[in-house]
């Protein structure tokens, strides 16, 4: 299952080569929401592998970017006793147009639509 957040990108961390095979690396985006008038900071840390540990250097601290990523889970024992850890693994990094000609979320955009299928057009598809 795929979710994604938007947010401005706070912190990202060095790549930690966990096995000579497995690589990692964090990353940290700061999401801010009005909430019934409150202003509620959340920071949320993400992790990629692999090959997708580069995708943070394109990206500069202060940015704002929309993150999409699986939410995984781990369960082991140690010491007799259960532990769980969960990640929140990034596969997509994207940048954030803000622009205040930007239509809201409620409104359509009719320039980015395609255009009409003329009614001569015989095409099967």
């Not at 993150?67 to 596969?91: P, R, S």
């Amino acid at each position: 299952m795929s979710y994604e957040i938007t947010g401005k990108l706070i912190a990202r961390f060095d790549i930690v080569q966990r096995t000579e095979t497995f690589k990692t690396r964090e990353f940290v985006i700061e999401k801010t929401e009005d909430i019934n008038g409150r202003t509620i900071t959340n920071y949320a840390k993400f992790q990629c592998v692999q090959d997708k540990t580069a995708m943070v250097d394109r990206f500069n601290i202060g940015d704002e970017v929309k993150v999409q990523f699986n939410i995984k889970g781990t369960k082991w024992m140690k010491d007799g006793k259960e532990n769980y850890i969960t990640n929140l693994d990034a596969w997509r990094m994207e940048t954030v147009k803000i622009s205040q000609d930007a239509p809201s979320s409620d409104q359509v955009n009719y320039n980015d639509m395609p255009p009409a299928m003329d009614a001569s057009d015989d095409l099967p598809f």
